[in-house]
């Protein structure tokens, strides 16, 4: 297992810190269905699929290029954790958890598309 300051600079964590805060502001960063995808795939395989890099960038290399999906509806809420609530984390421990109960949150949110999200990652 990986130390937590290592994990906490790693790939994985710096993609789920994306994601989140992408699939928070989709207005902007979920403006298309690829993107959306892209963003709901990388939360899922975080917190569904243990979250390896390989796996992740194998996700990242499907969603390359000519993709046919069609863009679902994006909820109205945001969750109740925001990008606020990880910025006061002290140390990489503290920051882990608190970027795990943000994406949970968030992945909360997303409840109507996980199993689309699922699908495609399958």
């Known amino acids: 297992m990986r130390e937590g300051a290592e994990l906490a600079r790693s790939y994985t964590s710096t993609r789920l810190t994306i994601d989140v805060y992408c ?21 899922c395989w975080a917190l569904e699929f243990v979250g390896s890099e390989s796996g992740l960038r194998e996700l990242q290399r499907k969603l390359n290029g000519r993709v046919d999906l069609v863009k679902p509806a994006i909820p109205v809420s945001r969750g109740n954790v925001t990008v ?39």
């Not at 994406?103 to 199993?115: E, G, H, I, K, P």
Request: net charge positive; charged share 20%; glycine share 4%.
């Open 23 to 43: 699939l928070q502001h989709p207005e902007r960063y979920c403006v298309s269905a690829k993107s959306l995808a892209a963003h709901l795939t990388g939360l």
């Open 84 to 122: 606020a609530d990880i910025i006061p984390a002290v140390g990489p421990d503290e920051y882990l958890r608190a970027l795990d109960r943000w994406a949970r949150s968030t992945w909360t949110v997303y409840a109507d598309l996980q199993s689309t999200t699922r699908k495609w990652i399958a």
